[in-house]
């Protein structure tokens, strides 16, 4: 069974960079086929494509989030991060991570992790 | 990007009913449509992939249509676990895009 887990400060000062990671189980990140996504959730709103990065380090990052975002993978610990920087109070969501399936014909996010709500607030 | 827009934004039905939520594309996004369901405090789940491909381990009340432009996702007969708000997403252009959801609560 593919388990995702996020991890990282549930509080960050505005204008500092948030940090999560997302340890994966039942599943090598250094498996060809899969991309290892972020997507957030505004406090309720809908649902954001954060990017993806694949385990060769190759990325994409969503346009109106690039210049602040660093996504990079540790294949030795079968984990993946997220760094964004400058956050405001914008960035307050719930940050998921999830397993990315893509192909010629099939693109989804097949597991997901539960979850981390992170605050921007002084 | 490409905007998804979902109708309706929330609806109201009985168990055993029966559920059709549509979605639409601003441009053609051939069959790359996904489906998601989400409960509160809860993690999206994917239901229906490639716009009508059950994923694996989800009853067969669920299925989806369309192309294009155009989708539908439609529970045959709505069971009291699927009150949930539900997702269509586009992964067709580089950018992948969600609708704004649809919620489906108890009459």
């Known amino acids: 069974q593919v388990q995702l887990q996020e991890s990282g400060p549930g509080l960050v000062k505005p204008s500092q960079t948030l940090s999560l990671t997302c340890t994966v189980s039942g599943a090598s990140i250094s498996s060809g086929g899969f991309y290892w996504s972020w997507i957030r959730q505004l406090p309720g709103q809908g649902l954001e494509w954060i990017g993806y990065i694949h385990y060769t380090g190759g990325t994409f990052y969503n346009p109106s989030l690039k210049s602040r975002l660093v996504m990079s993978v540790d294949t030795s610990r079968n984990r993946f991060s997220l760094k964004l920087t400058s956050v405001t109070a914008a960035d307050t969501a719930v940050y998921y991570c999830?397993?990315?399936?893509?192909?010629?014909?099939?693109?989804?996010?097949?597991?997901w992790g539960q979850g981390t709500l992170v605050t921007v607030s002084s | 990007d490409i905007p998804m827009t979902q109708s309706p934004s929330s609806l109201s039905a009985s168990v055993g009913d029966r559920v059709t939520i549509t979605c639409r594309a601003s441009?053609?996004?051939?069959?790359?449509l996904n489906w998601y369901q989400q409960k509160p405090g809860k993690a999206p789940k994917l239901l229906i992939y490639?716009?009508?491909k059950l994923q694996t381990g989800v009853p067969s009340r669920f299925s989806g249509s369309g192309a294009a432009t155009q989708f539908t996702l439609t529970i045959s007969s709505l069971q009291p676990e699927d009150f949930a708000t539900y997702y269509c997403?586009?992964?067709?252009?580089?950018?992948?895009?969600f609708g704004h959801g649809t919620k489906v609560e108890v009459k």
């Open positions: 441009e053609n996004v051939n069959t790359y």
């Open positions: 997403q586009q992964t067709y252009t580089t950018l992948w895009t």
């Open positions: 999830a397993r990315t399936v893509y192909s010629d014909h099939v693109r989804d996010f097949d597991y």
């Open positions: 490639s716009a009508s």
